[in-house]
């Protein structure tokens, strides 16, 4: 199974749980290291992410993956925030943060360039809009979007 399968499934197994917590599944990343892999997990909610929210999401997905067995090696887990620079990985994450600061990469050149950073200025149900130094203006097609997360701003 490779690495994106085994994260689609994982993901179906813990998603609901924490959502039943009251959070949201932001992203997930799963690293083969010497030895051990590394199962990092990224939760969030509207008022940010405490502490004894990663704890209680740890204790309560540690289960769930005990018994579903989805990872076929050894693993050590780890539930945190995403940041302030969190990925935008849905729509629904592109909509949440129109007029916010963000770095979006793309597969494919848009006017010769591939990195932007600008204020999101719309996102619909194809592509987003971003304004850029000038007021210049570009439209990304989600298809055309190959990492997006939002910039820290000062």
Same mark, same amino acid.
């Given at each position: 199974?490779?690495?994106?399968?085994?994260?689609?499934?994982?993901?179906?197994?813990?998603?609901?749980?924490?959502?039943?917590?009251?959070?949201?599944?932001?992203?997930?990343?799963?690293?083969?290291?010497?030895g051990k892999a590394l199962l990092r997990v990224y939760i969030d909610k509207d008022q940010g992410?405490?502490?004894? +929210?990663?704890?209680?999401?740890?204790?309560?997905?540690?289960?769930?993956?005990?018994?579903? +067995?989805?990872?076929?090696?050894?693993?050590?887990?780890?539930?945190?925030?995403?940041?302030? +620079?969190?990925?935008?990985?849905?729509?629904?994450?592109?909509?949440?943060?129109?007029?916010?600061?963000?770095?979006?990469?793309?597969?494919?050149?848009?006017?010769?360039?591939?990195?932007?950073?600008?204020?999101? +200025?719309?996102?619909?149900?194809?592509?987003?809009?971003?304004?850029?130094?000038?007021?210049?203006?570009?439209?990304?097609?989600?298809?055309?979007?190959?990492?997006?997360?939002?910039?820290?701003?000062?």
């Amino acid at each position: 199974m490779s690495n994106e399968a085994l994260q689609t499934s994982i993901q179906g197994f813990i998603e609901p749980v924490i959502n039943s917590l009251g959070l949201e599944l932001v992203d997930i990343e799963l690293k083969k290291m010497p030895g051990k892999a590394l199962l990092r997990v990224y939760i969030d909610k509207d008022q940010g992410v405490q502490i004894r +929210d990663c704890e209680r999401v740890s204790r309560e997905i540690e289960g769930v993956l005990d018994v579903e +067995d989805p990872i076929p090696y050894s693993y050590v887990l780890e539930v945190s925030s995403p940041g302030l +620079d969190r990925p935008l990985k849905s729509v629904a994450d592109y909509k949440r943060y129109v007029g916010k600061t963000v770095k979006v990469i793309t597969l494919h050149p848009i006017d010769n360039q591939n990195h932007f950073v600008g204020r999101l +200025d719309s996102a619909g149900d194809r592509e987003i809009s971003v304004v850029l130094e000038k007021n210049r203006t570009v439209a990304v097609p989600y298809d055309n979007i190959s990492r997006a997360r939002l910039e820290v701003e000062i």
